[in-house]
């Protein structure tokens, strides 16, 4: 089993930036990907950003040039770090793994129980 802890979310004022971070444990073999997704109320869960193995990272049209995703391998942590937020990106964001956990294993995956994002004046 795979656990993942998010942290640093909170109450931030627009145009202002936050960082979150979400840390992997348990029997872990290969990461194949990290990622952040997000959900405000009456919405979809929605993907924000995806990182691979090799360091390649995706974003979703909304956040290109204002987040960015990185990840550091010796902690098995991803970060997000926003910047120039609107009140549009208020949401739970939740951590996202694909990752095989035994040589002989599938990939799975996992999430993280989520932080909220206020961006609010």
């Known amino acids: 089993q795979v656990q993942l802890v998010e942290s640093g979310g909170g109450l931030v004022q627009p145009g202002g930036s936050l960082r979150l971070s979400c840390a992997a444990s348990g029997s872990i073999f290969k990461i194949y990907t990290m990622g952040w997704y997000r959900q405000a109320p009456g919405k979809e869960r929605e993907l924000v950003a995806v990182?691979?193995?090799?360091?390649?990272?995706n974003y979703a049209d909304s956040v290109k040039g204002r987040f960015t995703i990185s990840r550091d391998n010796a902690k098995n942590t991803v970060y997000l770090h926003m910047n120039s937020l609107k009140p549009e990106d208020t949401a739970v964001y939740y951590c996202?793994?694909?990752?095989?956990?035994?040589?002989?294993?599938?990939?799975?995956?996992?999430w993280g129980q989520g932080t909220q994002v206020t961006v609010d004046s």
């Open positions: 996202n793994t694909v990752v095989q956990v035994a040589v002989i294993s599938y990939a799975e995956v996992y």
């Open positions: 990182i691979t193995s090799d360091g390649k990272p």
